[in-house]
C-alpha cells in the first residue's frame, strides 16, 4: 500500500508496489536536473497513456494525519512530500488494475513511486435455490449476497438473478 495526493487528500491505495531514488552519478552533480528528470518521466507517462492529477506540495496536516500508517516514509524511495512538490498520474486499465505514478525532484536526485492497484476480484457467488434450502435446513438461515446499483436502491442484474 502507498499513500497518493488526490485532491489534496493522501489517498492509500493497495496494489504492487515499486519505489527508487534517482541521482546523478558519483562525481558528477553537475549532469543532475531536476526540470530534465521530472520532464523526461512527464513525457514517458503521458505517451503511455497517464493523465496528471496533482501537482503540488501536500499540507503539512494532511502528512500528519497518516504518519503513523505510512510506515515506509524514509524508506529507499520515498517522497518527501515536507520539502518537495510532487506530481501524480494515473494510466487507468480496462481490468481495474490502474497504475499510479507519483515522483519529486530536487537538486540533489529524485524519488519514483509506481503502483499497480490490485483489480477488484468477485468473491460472492449466487446461491442455488437448493444450497439455500440445505443452508436454512442445517443452519436455520441462509445469506444472500445481493447486488445493488451504488447509491440506489435499484438491483444489479446480477441482485436480481439472486432474487429470483
Same mark, same amino acid.
Given at each position: 500500500?502507498l ?9 492509500p491505495? !493497495? $496494489? %504492487? *508496489?515499486? +519505489? ?7 562525481? #558528477?552533480?553537475?549532469?543532475w ?15 503511455a497513456g497517464g493523465?496528471?492529477?496533482? !501537482? $503540488? %506540495? *501536500?499540507s +503539512?496536516e ?6 503513523? #500508517?505510512?510506515?515506509y ?19 487507468h486499465?480496462?481490468?481495474? $488494475? ?31 435455490a ?35
Amino acid at each position: 500500500m502507498l499513500f497518493f495526493p488526490i485532491d489534496s487528500v493522501m489517498t492509500p491505495i !493497495e $496494489g %504492487k *508496489v515499486w +519505489r527508487t531514488y534517482v541521482e546523478a552519478e558519483s562525481g #558528477k552533480y553537475d549532469d543532475w536536473s531536476p526540470v530534465f528528470f521530472e520532464k523526461s518521466y512527464d513525457e514517458a507517462i503521458r505517451t503511455a497513456g497517464g493523465v496528471k492529477i496533482f !501537482e $503540488g %506540495k *501536500v499540507s +503539512r496536516e494532511e502528512l500528519d494525519r497518516i504518519k503513523e #500508517k505510512a510506515t515506509y516514509f524514509g524508506d529507499e524511495g520515498s517522497i518527501d512530500y515536507w520539502n518537495d512538490p510532487v506530481r501524480v498520474y494515473v494510466i487507468h486499465r480496462a481490468d481495474g $488494475g490502474d497504475i499510479y505514478i507519483q515522483l519529486s525532484g530536487n537538486t540533489a536526485g529524485g524519488s519514483i513511486q509506481i503502483l499497480q492497484k490490485t483489480p477488484f476480484k468477485q468473491t460472492i457467488t449466487i446461491l442455488k435455490a437448493d444450497q439455500i434450502q440445505k443452508d436454512l435446513a442445517e443452519k436455520g438461515k441462509a445469506i444472500l449476497h445481493i447486488n445493488f446499483d451504488t447509491d440506489k436502491a435499484t438491483l444489479k442484474p446480477e441482485g436480481k438473478q439472486a432474487v429470483d
